[in-house]
């Protein structure tokens, strides 16, 4: 016995178109903010290296600004730590000396371009040096490290780039604004030129493989009055 429904075998199973389309229009717009989101990523990194390049000292200012108030955020929160309940008692002093601290630089980052950028470099320079020494240090008495050679290089140029960064700062800072503006325009390009090959491969896996047909996944459909 057979029933009306059952009578043909073309065609697929009741209820799979249904199921398919709201799943492919979800993948095209998915795709579509992916490509939108890295070019829109790459254009605001490639006008954050023509800033850099066009003003250096209005980049370092700002920088400088931002290092304070991250100071002052961390120096708030340290102080708030030292009063917590959850703290240890012995580490409560420990909490309370390095916010208060941290506070204390923040301000003197407001006072003025050259004071900010003297203690970022420091800071940046005292964090390499330490790093490079702990990281060459510690591929020099472990024979069994994986990549022991490339680890005991890093942290010998990490050192070297701390003792510059601390002894000529000015310099050392300006260099690296310099360096940050050629990395983010090089970046930005390769996201730009990412976002553009990702929106032709996508076009490329739309069904039926014209333009017609591959334009819905590139607009957002109209309403449905």
Do not use: K
């Amino acid at each position: 016995m057979t029933y009306p429904s059952d009578s043909s075998g073309i065609g697929p199973p009741r209820g799979t178109e249904p199921q398919d389309a709201p799943l492919t229009e979800d993948l095209g717009a998915l795709a579509n903010m992916g490509w939108q989101i890295l070019l829109t990523t790459g254009l605001a990194t490639i006008a954050l290296g023509v800033v850099v390049f066009a003003w250096p000292q209005e980049t370092l200012r700002v920088v400088g600004v931002l290092f304070g108030i991250y100071l002052l955020a961390t120096g708030v929160f340290q102080l708030a730590a030292a009063f917590g309940t959850h703290v240890l008692r012995h580490l409560r002093v420990l909490h309370f000396l390095t916010g208060a601290l941290s506070v204390l630089l923040g301000l003197i980052c407001f006072r003025g371009t050259l004071q900010s950028i003297f203690l970022l470099a420091l800071w940046i320079g005292f964090s390499w040096l330490l790093r490079g020494i702990m990281v060459t240090a510690a591929a020099a008495s472990a024979q069994d490290m994986p990549a022991r050679g490339w680890q005991l290089f890093y942290g010998i140029i990490s050192t070297v780039a701390g003792i510059v960064l601390i002894v000529s700062p000015f310099a050392s800072v300006a260099a690296l604004t310099l360096a940050v503006g050629v990395m983010a325009l090089v970046l930005g390009v390769v996201e730009v030129f990412q976002a553009i090959r990702m929106r032709v491969e996508v076009g490329r896996l739309a069904p039926g493989g014209t333009a017609a047909e591959r334009r819905p996944l590139f607009h957002r459909p109209h309403a449905q009055h």
